[in-house]
């Protein structure tokens, strides 16, 4: 029980820290699917395993989708030339 317990904050961890590293939403989302499958196939057992890997996967997706971008762009008036950044 410890060890999944333990497995499970790291998953949550790592779902959080490395689903950020893009700006690109999908792969944020991606990373965090993949994540979330690999902590639920540990956390299930049994015939829950794979209802505990979809689970993880579905929680995962969202987390890393969720996950703020800071991509700007820079854009260039046409009638003046100057240039600004937004976001994205």
């Given at each position: 029980m410890k060890r999944?317990?333990?497995f499970a904050v790291v998953a949550a961890m790592s779902i959080f820290a490395l689903a950020g590293c893009s700006d690109n939403q999908g792969i944020n989302a991606g990373t965090g699917a993949l994540i979330g499958a690999a902590a639920g196939n540990q956390?299930?057992?049994?015939s829950g395993r794979t209802a505990a890997t979809?689970?993880?996967?579905?929680?995962?997706?969202?987390v890393g989708a969720m996950q703020p971008t800071?991509?700007?762009c820079t854009f260039r008036n046409t009638?003046?030339?100057q240039t600004y950044q937004a976001p994205c």
């Amino acid at each position: 029980m410890k060890r999944t317990a333990g497995f499970a904050v790291v998953a949550a961890m790592s779902i959080f820290a490395l689903a950020g590293c893009s700006d690109n939403q999908g792969i944020n989302a991606g990373t965090g699917a993949l994540i979330g499958a690999a902590a639920g196939n540990q956390i299930g057992k049994g015939s829950g395993r794979t209802a505990a890997t979809l689970v993880g996967a579905a929680v995962g997706t969202q987390v890393g989708a969720m996950q703020p971008t800071n991509k700007t762009c820079t854009f260039r008036n046409t009638q003046t030339g100057q240039t600004y950044q937004a976001p994205c």
